[in-house]
Each structure stands twice: as structure tokens, then as C-alpha cells.
């Protein structure tokens, strides 16, 4: 047998064809997988690979990538595996300055969407505030209803003394404005009422002897808790309250002639100005020792604690009180000087005003004259001006300081603190 060159062996060699070893994937641009029977060499000139390409952000499509490969031994000299694919950058860029140029536009309308956003938020917040209180409002009655109970006798008290004042309050004013007129018989009902439930009051609860309070003492309640404190406090400043508007019935009570009218007036809020005083200071000592007592098995710290609290709570009252002396010095200079609201008038400047006043409609009595040249009665205009600081005519401004309380009010501010 002959015996054949080893390198026609290599060369005769038929390769399958390559679309049957890789069927859909890999394609010869030429058509057929290996050379006629004489040839001598395999050339892959171009083999194309279909990828799908991933489409961009909406500008780039899917396109086919197509890989050229070149055998080492091509005719064409070619270098093998090299890829050609056309980028798609241009899309993307034209993507991102339309996004861009979007989100300028929109501008408003985001913020817009926003604030909608926090305002659905603050409404739903709200609603579930709204439902747990309706769920929690079965519990909350329980409890408040038990909290009512334990302190049934202070509420009970509290509810009292405000209603006594509300109706002192309120006759005492309509028996100022009354003038002359006022009864003498309300004016004494009212003085022994407001002593009388002072000291029924007192002898209910003679065991804690309250009363040392209105004279700057401790009552005699051993340790002072909160409620402790609050309730003590809020007693003595009631009956300071009903003390000064009993001195205010007894300048009610007193005749014109030994007091006029306008002097009453200042009288009122003299008394006024040292009730909110006194009822200022005479809760310090209450709080102050509620603030330093620590218990007997209290440590050094929790006193040393209570000491620096105390100390500050003293601060904050000296500030208060430092800021209103400059209006306490106003009502002391109009009490001590009660300056006049005009000149007298004489009988040719009433007979312009056809000798009547403007405010009562009847003849003058002690005709005044004010800076506006309006003429009134003195106890008229003196009523006039216990709540206004203008002239009731022209509306021209008569004093620059407010006369407050001069009506015969007392505040109603509790000063707890």
C-alpha cells in the first residue's frame, strides 16, 4: 500500500460544514463551509453573529451587531477578531438634556406636587390623631372619672369660690357705674357675703390652718405635694381677692360728699394694682418649700436639685415683678396726684352747648372742659373715662396712660404661679 504525505492527509481532510455543528449561530458570508476537492487551505472570510443589542434609555434601538472574523490565513491580510459595533451615544445624550430640559420646565409644577404631598401628610396625620382619640376616649373617661373623684372636695371648692366671684365681680361694676344711685343695701350684702364665705370656708378646713398662708406662712400640711401646693395656692388667692373687693364695697359705701366720684375712681385702682401684687408674692412661700422638700429619704443630690429650682423660680419672680414697675409707678403718680380731666367751665362756654351734657342730657353739674373744647359733666366724664382715654365727641386723646380698673373690676387672672 502506498503510503500518502501526511501533509495531503491534513489538506484532504473535508470539515463539516459549520451550520450544521452550530445551527443558527454562527453563518459563512460565503456560503459554503470548505473549499472544492483541490484546494488546499480553509478560509473563513466573514462569519456574522446575530446579537440582539439592548435597547437605550428611549433613544437607542435594537439593532444586530454583526462580528467579523478573519482567519489568520485570509487572503484579504485581515486581522482576526475584530469587532465592529456602532455605539449609541448621541441617543443618550440627546435623552439626558431632554430630561434635563423636563425637569426645568416642571419646576412648579414638583414644587406644586410637594406641598400637596406635605399637606395629604399633615391631613392624615391628623385623621389618625382623630381615631386613636376616639378609640381612646373610653379610657380617658375612666380615668378622668376616677381622677375626679379623688379630688371630688377641691374641684367641688374651686367651682364655688369662681362662681362667688364672678357674681361679686359683675355687681360691684354695675353698682360703680350706678354712681349716686348705687343701693346701699346691695353694696352691704355683698361685703357680708364675700366675709362670710371667707371664714366659712377657713373654719371647713380650720385642721390645715390655711389662713397662715394669706400672712406668708406654711400651713400645717406636713409634707406638700403638688396637688398639695396648687390647692393651697389657689385658695389664698381667691380670698385675696374677695378681701380687696370687700374694701371696694366699703369706698362704694361711702357718700359723695366724702368722696367724690373721680376719686373713687383712683381708689379702685389703687386697690387693684396692690391686690395683683399681693397675690404675686404671697404664693412664693408655698412653692418654695414644695420646690426644696425632697422627702426624709432624699439624698444630698435630689436637695442640692431642689435648691437650684427654688433659686430659679425666686429669678423668674423678681423678673416679673421688675418688669411691671414701670406701669405700677403710672397708677401710683395718678393715685397720689389724680390729675384733672380739664379746666372748670364757665357759664358762657355751657350756654354754647345749650347747657346741657353730651353724656347724661341733662343740666351740668360741675361742668369741665376738655383740651377738644367739649364740655361735660366732672362725674360723667370721670365715668366716661374709667374705661376710654378719648374724648366721647371728637375722639381726640385725653391721656396717654390707660386708666385701668377704675370701674370698680378685679382681674380674674388666677396667679397660681
Not at 385623621?127 to 373617661?141: M, N, Q
Request: charged share 15%.
Amino acid at each position: 500500500m502506498k503510503h500518502r504525505p501526511s501533509y495531503e492527509r491534513k489538506y484532504n481532510t473535508k470539515p463539516k460544514d459549520l451550520g450544521e455543528k452550530a445551527p443558527g449561530i454562527m453563518h459563512s458570508n460565503s456560503g459554503h463551509a470548505s473549499h472544492p476537492s483541490g484546494s488546499s487551505e480553509i478560509s473563513l472570510s466573514s462569519v456574522s453573529l446575530p446579537i440582539p443589542q439592548l435597547a437605550a434609555e428611549g433613544s437607542c434601538t435594537a439593532e444586530n451587531v454583526t462580528i467579523d472574523l478573519h482567519s489568520p490565513d485570509s487572503e484579504n491580510g485581515t486581522k482576526s477578531g475584530s469587532r465592529h459595533a456602532r455605539p449609541c451615544t448621541h441617543g443618550r445624550s440627546q435623552n439626558r438634556q431632554a430630561h434635563a430640559v423636563s425637569h426645568e420646565t416642571n419646576g412648579p409644577d414638583d414644587a406644586s406636587n410637594t406641598d400637596s404631598r406635605e399637606q395629604s401628610s399633615s391631613i392624615s396625620e391628623v385623621f389618625h390623631f382623630y381615631k386613636w382619640l376616639e378609640k381612646s376616649f373610653p379610657y380617658i373617661l375612666i380615668f378622668s372619672a376616677k381622677l375626679i373623684v379623688q379630688h371630688l372636695t377641691g374641684i367641688s371648692v374651686g367651682i364655688g369660690l369662681l362662681t362667688t366671684f364672678l357674681y361679686a365681680n359683675k355687681c360691684i361694676v354695675y353698682q360703680v357705674s350706678l354712681r349716686d344711685k348705687c343701693s346701699k343695701l346691695q353694696c352691704m350684702w355683698l361685703l357680708v357675703f364675700l366675709v362670710n364665705t371667707s371664714l366659712l370656708l377657713y373654719y371647713a378646713f380650720s385642721s390645715q390652718a390655711l389662713y397662715y398662708s394669706l400672712i406668708f406662712m406654711n400651713p400645717s400640711l406636713g409634707s406638700i405635694q403638688f396637688f398639695d401646693a396648687l390647692w393651697i395656692v389657689g385658695i389664698t388667692d381667691f380670698i385675696g381677692k374677695f378681701f380687696f373687693m370687700s374694701l371696694k364695697c366699703l369706698v362704694l359705701l361711702l357718700p359723695s360728699f366724702l368722696m367724690s366720684h373721680k376719686s373713687k375712681g383712683y381708689w379702685y385702682m389703687g386697690l387693684e394694682e396692690v391686690a395683683q401684687y399681693y397675690c404675686t408674692f404671697v404664693s412664693t412661700p408655698i412653692w418654695f418649700r414644695y420646690l426644696i422638700y425632697c422627702g426624709n429619704q432624699g439624698s444630698s443630690v435630689e436637695w442640692h436639685f431642689g435648691i437650684m429650682l427654688a433659686l430659679l423660680y425666686l429669678i423668674l419672680k423678681i423678673l416679673v415683678i421688675f418688669g411691671q414697675r414701670k406701669t405700677s409707678k403710672n397708677i401710683l403718680r395718678l393715685f397720689l396726684t389724680q390729675p384733672n380731666y380739664g379746666t372748670v367751665a364757665t357759664k358762657r362756654q355751657c350756654l354754647e352747648v345749650d347747657g346741657a351734657c353730651a353724656i347724661c342730657q341733662a343740666e351740668f353739674t360741675k361742668p369741665i372742659v376738655l383740651v377738644c373744647q367739649h364740655t361735660f359733666c366732672e362725674e360723667c366724664i370721670s365715668l366716661w373715662f374709667n374705661r376710654e382715654r378719648t374724648c366721647p365727641l371728637c375722639r381726640t386723646v385725653i391721656f396717654t396712660q390707660s386708666h385701668k380698673w377704675k370701674d370698680g373690676a378685679t382681674s380674674l387672672q388666677l396667679r397660681l404661679f
